[in-house]
C-alpha cells in the first residue's frame, strides 16, 4: 500500500530541486499534490508530467493573499489538505554585514522565514476542522551552525526551527504535526547558485563537494524528498516539534583525521597516564 494514499499536499518551491523531487515522489506514494511556485513554465511543465495527480498553482510565498490562494485552490480541487511542505527559498542576502542593504533584509526574511509563517497559518485551520495534518518545512542545517550560509540565511533558518517547534506544541492538542528538515549540501539550481543550473553543472558541483561530508557525495533533492514522505505520512505519527537532519553526517562535525597538525602531534604522545599509573 502506498504511503500516501488519498492524502492531499501542497509544495511551494514545488518547480526544482528539492520540491521538485518531493512533488515526484508524494505522488508516486499515492498522494495529489499542488506544486505551487513562482515559475511558472517549470511548475506547469512538471504537473504535467505528473498528470491527474498534480496542478500548478503560481505562488509568490511571500504574499499573504498568494498562500490563501493555494490553500484554497487545494480545497476546490481535492477537498481536503493533509499536508503543507513549506519549501520555497532561495540564497538571501550575501555578502558581510556592514554591506547588506534593508531591502536584501526585508527580502530574505520575506521569503524564507514569512512564507513558511504564511503557509502554517493558512494550512492550520484547514487541518483542524479535518482533524489532524502534517506540516513540514524546509530548515537547514544552516540554522543548526553558524559559518555554513551567509548570515541572514542561517538567522532565517534557525528562526524556521524555532517557529516549528513552537507551533508544534500548540497544534499538536489538533492532531496536527508540525517538523522541519535540515538538509545538509544538496545538488539543486540553489546549492549552484544557479536558477535552471544544467544536470552537467550539477554533477560538477557534486564532483566537487563530494568530500565535504561522511558520507562521500553531496546530497540529492531525492534524500530530502524520502525524509517529507516520511513526514507526511503515518510512520512518523509520533513526530512532531522537530528538526530532521538530512546531510550525510556533515553536522556532525569535521573528522578527526582531518583536523590538522595538534592531532598528528597528539598522536606522537599516544596515551595520557594519570601520574603514578
Ligand atoms: P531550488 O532553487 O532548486 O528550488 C527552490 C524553489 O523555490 C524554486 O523552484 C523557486 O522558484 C522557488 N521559490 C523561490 N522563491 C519563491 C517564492 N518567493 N515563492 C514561491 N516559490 C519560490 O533550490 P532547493 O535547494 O531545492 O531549495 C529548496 C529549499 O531547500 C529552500 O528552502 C532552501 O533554502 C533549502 N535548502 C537547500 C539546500 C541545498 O543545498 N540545496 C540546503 C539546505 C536547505
Not at 513562482?38 to 512538471?46: K, T, V
Not at 554585514?97 to 534593508?102: A, F, G, L, M, Q
Not at 553558524?146 to 517547534?165: D, N, Q, W
Amino acid at each position: 500500500m502506498s504511503r500516501l494514499e488519498g492524502r492531499t499536499a501542497i509544495i511551494t518551491g514545488g518547480a526544482s530541486g528539492i520540491g521538485a523531487a518531493s512533488a515526484r515522489l508524494f505522488v508516486e506514494e499515492g498522494a495529489r499534490v499542488l506544486i505551487a511556485d513562482m515559475q511558472q513554465e517549470r511548475g506547469r511543465a512538471l504537473a504535467e508530467e505528473l498528470g491527474d495527480a498534480a496542478a500548478f498553482f503560481k505562488v509568490d510565498v511571500a504574499r499573504e493573499s498568494d498562500v490563501r490562494g493555494a490553500v484554497e485552490d487545494v480545497m476546490k480541487r481535492w477537498d481536503r489538505l493533509d499536508c503543507i511542505y513549506n519549501n520555497a527559498g532561495f540564497g538571501g542576502a550575501l555578502g558581510p554585514i556592514d554591506e547588506t542593504t534593508v531591502e536584501e533584509f526585508d527580502l530574505t526574511f520575506d521569503v524564507l522565514l514569512k512564507g513558511v509563517f504564511l503557509g502554517i497559518k493558512h494550512a492550520a485551520p484547514v487541518m483542524r476542522r479535518q482533524g489532524g495534518g502534517s506540516i513540514i518545512s524546509t530548515a537547514s542545517v544552516a540554522g543548526l551552525k553558524t559559518g555554513e550560509s551567509p548570515h541572514l540565511y542561517s538567522v532565517a533558518k534557525a528562526a524556521v526551527i524555532h517557529l516549528t517547534k513552537s507551533v508544534a506544541l500548540e497544534l499538536g492538542q489538533d492532531g496536527i504535526r508540525v517538523n522541519c528538515i535540515c538538509p545538509g549540501i544538496i545538488a539543486t539550481p540553489l546549492a549552484a547558485g544557479r536558477p535552471g543550473a544544467s544536470d552537467e553543472q550539477l554533477s560538477k558541483l557534486s564532483h566537487a563537494l563530494r568530500g565535504a561530508q561522511a558520507m562521500g557525495r553531496v546530497g540529492q533533492p531525492e534524500d530530502v524528498a524520502r525524509a517529507a514522505v516520511w513526514l507526511a505520512s503515518d510512520e512518523s505519527s509520533w513526530v512532531t516539534g522537530t528538526a530532521q537532519v538530512v546531510d550525510g553526517g556533515a553536522n556532525a562535525g569535521r573528522p578527526w583525521r582531518r583536523q590538522g597538525d595538534w592531532i598528528t602531534r597528539k598522536r606522537e604522545i599516544k596515551l595520557y597516564r594519570p601520574e603514578g599509573r
